[in-house]
């Protein structure tokens, strides 16, 4: 008897390995990066997964497009939503910072999965790439609001506000087990601060 996921279209099948990958992922980091843990978690034969995708590398690789991609899209919900600062963005930005559709230790036990792969493939850099350079220049579209008069180079600014919240994050992740993430807050709100008086 055919197993319920192995009628499903084509299309809906990828989604379902992807979504396997990255619930694997999050779960166990690198460890979870088993194609039989993944074909376990999708309720799917190894065979189906080959046939789906050509390497493990391609299945990471788009794997790590999508959880970007919902990064980018409840970042930007967050931001669109907040009518109080539609003329300052850059504060949604930061008060939402560690929500949890947003930033949380399970994630970044994926990203750090792939993260690590960008430095021997050049598929994941590419991909890596492209993922960097789209959330960069969302974020200065939303610096460029928010500090309209500002003489501040908005890229650097924009890479500062991504390398720090990486920093925060992984520090969270790893010290934060008895603690909430209103210290790590409280440090992107003096980021803030620093950065509204530059306008």
Same mark, same amino acid.
């Given at each position: 008897?055919?197993?319920?996921?192995?009628?499903?279209?084509?299309?809906?099948?990828?989604?379902?390995?992807?979504?396997?990958?990255?619930?694997? !992922? =999050? #779960?166990?980091?690198?460890?979870?990066?088993?194609? /039989?843990?993944?074909?376990?978690?999708? *309720? &799917?034969?190894?065979?189906?997964?080959?046939?789906?995708?050509?390497?493990?590398?391609?299945?990471?690789?788009?794997?790590?497009?999508?959880?970007?991609?919902?990064?980018?899209?409840?970042?930007?919900?967050?931001?669109?939503?907040?009518?109080?600062?539609?003329?300052?963005?850059?504060?949604?930005?930061?008060?939402?910072?560690?929500?949890?559709?947003?930033?949380?230790?399970?994630?970044?036990?994926?990203?750090?999965?792939?993260?690590?792969?960008?430095?021997?493939?050049? !598929? =994941? #850099?590419?991909?890596?790439?492209?993922?960097?350079? /789209?959330?960069?220049?969302?974020?200065? *579209? &939303?610096?460029?609001?928010?500090?309209?008069?500002?003489?501040?180079?908005?890229?650097?600014?924009?890479?500062?506000?991504?390398?720090?919240?990486?920093?925060?994050?992984?520090?969270?992740?790893?010290?934060?087990?008895?603690?909430?993430?209103?210290?790590?807050?409280?440090?992107?709100?003096?980021?803030?601060?620093?950065?509204?008086?530059?306008?």
């Amino acid at each position: 008897m055919k197993k319920k996921s192995d009628r499903l279209p084509p299309n809906e099948r990828r989604s379902q390995l992807i979504e396997a990958t990255l619930i694997c !992922l =999050m #779960r166990e980091g690198a460890s979870g990066l088993s194609s /039989r843990k993944i074909c376990a978690q999708a *309720q &799917v034969s190894v065979g189906l997964l080959n046939y789906h995708f050509s390497s493990q590398e391609e299945l990471v690789a788009i794997a790590y497009e999508e959880i970007s991609r919902r990064y980018h899209e409840a970042l930007k919900a967050h931001i669109d939503a907040d009518t109080k600062n539609q003329n300052m963005p850059i504060k949604t930005l930061v008060s939402c910072a560690f929500e949890a559709d947003i930033m949380s230790p399970d994630q970044l036990r994926a990203w750090v999965v792939f993260w690590s792969k960008t430095i021997d493939s050049k !598929l =994941m #850099r590419a991909t890596h790439g492209r993922i960097n350079q /789209r959330l960069q220049n969302y974020l200065i *579209q &939303v610096l460029a609001k928010s500090l309209p008069n500002s003489n501040v180079d908005l890229q650097v600014l924009a890479i500062e506000y991504s390398a720090l919240t990486d920093g925060l994050w992984l520090d969270w992740s790893l010290n934060g087990e008895h603690q909430s993430s209103q210290l790590w807050q409280t440090i992107l709100n003096q980021w803030l601060h620093r950065t509204l008086m530059l306008a």
